[in-house]
Structure formats: C-alpha cells, structure tokens
C-alpha cells in the first residue's frame, strides 16, 4: 500500500532543513537533488521507507540517469516495494513534461537549416522510445517548421511508413517541403536497405504534389545519419 507511514521514516518528523519541500520553499528547486525532487513527486513513504528512500531507490533502477529513467514503464516503477500505480503515474507524467519541456523549447526557434538542427530536434522526443517509430517533419519554404507528428509505430526492428498517409498530412500542413525521421533503438545508425526504398517512395511520390523530401534522418542515442547531410549550409 502506499500511505502507510510509521513516525521513524515519515518526512514529517526530519528537521526542517531537511525537509524536500521546506527546502524547495527556502532556497529553490534547483538546489535539491534528484532524490529529494522525487520524494516530493511521491509524498509520503512506506511503513520502512522514507519518500526520500523510495525515490533513491527508483533512481538505481534508471542506473541514476534521468535519461534511463524516462525509459521506464509504470510497471518497472512499481517493481519497488511502496510505489504503487499512483505514484508511478505521477512520476512518468512528471518525466513527460520534463520532455515537453524539452521540445517546447527547440520549438521556440522552429527555422532549420541543416540535418544537425534536426537531429537535435528529434532526439529528445524520440530517446526514451524502446521501438521504431516514423515521423515527419513538415517546413514551409522558408525552412519553419508547421508541424512535427509521429505517424507511425513499429516493433524493435522495424515500422511502416504510408506514402500515402504522410503526403495527405503534408497537404493538411501547407507544407512545401518534408523532413522524414525515424530512430534506432538498437542505437545503429547505418540505414536498412527497407529504409532506402521507403526514401525513394516517397520521394518519388511527393513530386506529384510540388512536395519535396529534404532529408531521412535517423536517430539514435549513438548520434544520427542523414541521407542528404546538411542540406541548407
């Protein structure tokens, strides 16, 4: 169960300097650790475990990486004695944002000009993916991005990508010119032979509509490949 306490581990009873939000309130959020910020996420302890312990041990389970840590599912989190389903649900909608905020921000300049923007673009969406997923992204001529979707997801090794679905989009999207992404988990950069031929195909497709197809990037956790390779110097 989640809500049992007993007064020795209860983060009630620390001094007030030790206390996660007493200390967020005092001196801010970023002088707290890791730990302690996820102690606030989970709120109260088990009946041998303090929040604060809780949230060290769900930080070795993600090997102390946030990164690692996103990567987890509400069922990995709940492997730790006292974090039920809320709680896990509280943390990986807590890690989302962290990622939204993340993207929001590479949003804040939307113009690119070469595949490393791209790259830089995608990786933070598409790391903690444990399968292929493809997406799209959809410029304007002036290089700005309308529109970023991921239209579709695979297994380990693979996923589809419907000419037919991503040249609709471009159309709904005013787009002039499309970027097509999608990562490796595997963290291999080196394109299939499938991935070529989806390439031509759409590229070869997308004439009939003015569309041009800039780049295929993939990326990885290793780094990316693109297929055209700054593009826009």
Known sequence: M???????????????????????????????????????????????????????????????????????????????????????????????????????????????????????????ILKDYQHEVFAVLFLNQANKINHFEILSKGGITGTVADPRIILKKALEEDATQIVLCHNHPSGSLKPSQADEAVTQKIKTAAIYFDIKVIDHIIVSEEGYYSFVYDWFL
């Open 2 to 124: 989640d809500n049992f306490n007993n007064p020795s581990t209860s983060i009630k009873n620390w001094a007030a300097d030790d206390r996660p939000r007493e200390k967020m309130i005092a001196n801010g959020a970023a002088t707290l650790s890791n730990s302690e910020l996820l102690a606030i996420l989970i709120n109260n302890g088990s009946r041998q475990k303090s929040a604060v312990d809780l949230a060290k041990e769900i930080l070795q389970l993600g090997s102390n990486n946030l990164v690692e840590l996103g990567k987890l599912s509400l069922k990995d989190l709940q492997k730790i004695k006292g974090i039920g389903k809320a709680k896990a649900i509280t943390i990986a909608a807590a890690l989302e944002l962290g990622n939204r905020r993340q993207v929001a921000a590479t949003l804040d300049k939307p113009v690119v000009k070469t595949s490393k923007q791209i790259a830089a673009f995608l990786q933070p």
